[in-house]
């Protein structure tokens, strides 16, 4: 498909995960078409990581509260449903104002499909497996190889329906100078940082499940400083703060607590700086992979294969002598398969892919 001088709009809103796992799907496609005009639709949260991206012509933020979220509260589905009706009336508006020639929906799901059909006209393509009638919408679905069964992998196939295939240059994400510039300062406010390897930690994610223990987190922690002389910088957003307090309580060490002190914008730039990531099945785990930066990965109730940090050097710890890996609960009252990793385990990982950095890299680009 010929998109030269086209207007095409990706439909992909969330999460911070997903929206990352997309970016290789629009390099590709302003790299072989470089008049298209690309738009994107993504929850307001999660535009940081797209801001600085020159491959993006518009960014169209909406605020649609999640229903999924454990902090969701009661009346999240209300709430939502009165977000989505809001969304769907300014959207056609605009839409009807600029309408675009192409919508690729990689959302896959009922809402992304009425996203997209406020774009009038336009040719709708979506993945024929979607769940939640989303492939009712589409004029094209498209198949998956179930041979790779990776969230990045799926993605290409736009890529490759579109007859532009991607290269390894385009799975990046592209950091902010600005944001840069200001992770530079604050880091600079901290003399454990000077002449030190960072370890960017991060504990947090939105299920209870993904959850290492505080107690490991925090014997990691004095491990990384005391025997790796390690910078560890524990980040997470402003919600995530007291929880990472507790793990700095309990540490030895004096570690840097990032949590709700930086953007977006800013944590991609500090996990771009950083010389290892080490943390749970999260969003800023796959933002180090697409920024070079190796990472350590404990998983549990996700699978790896589906969506661990995308491609070479690093490493997913996980207890694979468990028959419940990749249950994909959200709640559970035995959480072995995180609480069975030791902090001891992760060190080890770790400090090796620390050791395979060589000294003078360059932390930012």
């Known amino acids: 498909m010929d998109l030269s001088a086209k207007r095409v709009l990706i439909v992909k809103p ?46 169209i933020p909406i605020s649609i509260p999640s229903t999924s979220d454990p902090h969701a509260g009661r009346g999240a589905v ?23 020639h192409v919508v690729l929906d990689l959302h896959a799901s009922f809402r992304s499909g009425l996203l997209a059909l406020a774009n009038p006209g336009g040719k709708r393509i979506g993945f024929r497996d979607a769940k939640e009638l989303n492939p009712l919408f589409q004029h094209h ?38 944001a840069r510039a200001r992770v530079e300062r604050f880091l600079g406010e901290h003399e454990a940082v000077s002449g030190r390897r960072i370890v960017y930690a991060n504990p947090a994610a939105r299920w209870t499940t993904k959850y290492w223990t505080v107690e490991a987190w925090a014997e990691l922690g004095d491990l990384l400083i005391s025997q790796a002389a390690a910078a560890v910088v524990f980040a997470g957003s402003a919600a995530d703060a007291r929880y990472i307090d ?3 309580e309990r540490m030895t060490e004096r570690p840097i607590v990032a949590a709700g002190k930086l953007s977006l914008a800013e944590a991609v730039a500090l996990i771009e700086a950083a010389d290892v990531y080490v943390g749970v099945d999260s ?47 959200r709640a559970c009252s035995n959480r072995r398969c995180l609480e069975g990793i030791t902090a001891r385990e992760v060190f080890a990982e770790t400090v090796a892919l620390l050791e395979a950095v060589p000294d003078g890299v360059e932390r930012t680009q």
């Open 246 to 248: 507790q793990i700095s």
């Open 14 to 59: 969330s999460s911070l995960g997903d929206v990352v796992h997309t970016l290789p799907v629009v390099h590709a496609i302003k790299r072989c078409f470089p008049s298209a005009y690309v738009g994107w639709i993504v929850q307001k949260a999660f535009a940081g990581v797209l801001e600085a991206d020159p491959a993006i012509d518009e960014i």
């Open 141 to 178: 679905r498209l198949v998956t190889d179930p041979n790779k069964p990776h969230a990045v992998d799926k993605n290409l196939a736009f890529a490759e329906f579109l007859g532009c295939l991607v290269t390894a240059d385009d799975f990046r994400i592209v950091s902010d100078p600005g």
């Open 283 to 329: 969003g800023p785990m796959h933002i180090a992979a697409f920024t070079g930066t190796p990472v350590v990965a404990l998983f549990g109730p996700t699978e790896p294969a589906k969506v661990g940090p995308y491609g070479d050097g690093h490493k997913v710890i996980r207890k694979t002598d468990l028959d419940c890996l990749g249950c994909r609960l």
């Open 78 to 100: 209300p709430k939502a449903l009165a977000a989505t009706v809001a969304t769907l009336r300014q959207l056609r508006r605009r839409f009807r104002r600029r309408p675009y």
